[in-house]
């Protein structure tokens, strides 16, 4: 199974864009990155996946690079709202997420 | 995205009850959902993965008899707590697994609070 790094935080202002990162150097060709966030007390809430392709949905963006082996989460504009726990996750392939500690963002008015 | 609900929110009980915890797909049909649990200021731990029609398998240190997962229908798998005790307190959460085509998304209720007096 594919682990993925994480720098344990980071911080921005609020309206500018943050730019997570996460490495999964051993991640093989048919293995697709998750983005899931955790809002303290709730449930993790998908944000994107992808497989080698940039993707870009209606809550960010994700940077995949050409050798995959590392790849970046853009929320264009954050707010406070998006003070979480952001984690990325490469499931093994019985589907199963393991939860890393992920990396704390911390956006500042 | 998908819906997937959890039911109660929270729950208080004593020590020895069973608690009963309800995870529903609202919007799409789940052959698998999976129950994790966290511990304050700690990470989603998987405690094990919920087959429709079959037995649930369990993670390693996970006791099958004391966490039992039944996956009657397409969209509600129950965890229940047997005879519970304080140390089981936490935060559980379950996933349901969303697969369109070759592409699959699991999808998280919002969690449930247990507290064991």
């Known amino acids: 199974d594919a682990k993925t790094t994480q720098p344990p935080s980071m911080d921005c202002a609020e309206g500018r864009a943050a730019n997570l990162p996460c490495n999964h150097s051993t991640i093989s060709g048919n293995e697709y990155v998750y983005w899931y966030r955790q809002i303290h007390s709730q449930g993790p809430q998908y944000i994107i996946h992808g497989l080698k392709n940039n993707e870009t949905n209606e809550m960010a963006s994700l940077i995949i690079t050409e050798d995959r082996k590392s790849s970046t989460l853009i929320l264009p504009h954050a707010t406070l709202r998006d003070t979480a726990v952001y984690y990325c996750?490469?499931?093994?392939?019985?589907?199963?997420?393991?939860f890393g500690k992920g990396i704390t963002l911390s956006v500042r008015p | 995205g998908a819906v997937v609900s959890q039911h109660p929110s929270r729950v208080i009980c004593k020590s020895g009850t069973s608690v009963k915890i309800e995870c529903r797909s609202l919007d799409f049909q789940a052959t698998t959902m999976f129950w994790y649990r966290q511990f304050p200021k700690q990470s989603l731990m998987l405690m094990a993965t919920s087959n429709e029609g079959s037995k649930a398998t369990y993670e390693q240190g996970v006791e099958k008899d004391k966490f039992l997962i039944n996956h009657a229908s397409l969209t509600l798998s129950t965890l229940t707590v047997t005879s519970a005790h304080p140390e089981d307190s936490s935060f559980y959460i379950c996933?349901?697994?969303?697969?369109?085509?070759?592409?699959?998304?699991?999808?998280f209720g919002p969690g449930t609070r247990l507290l064991v007096l």
């Open positions: 996750i490469v499931p093994s392939a019985n589907s199963k997420l393991t």
């Open positions: 996933s349901a697994r969303d697969v369109q085509g070759i592409m699959e998304t699991q999808y």
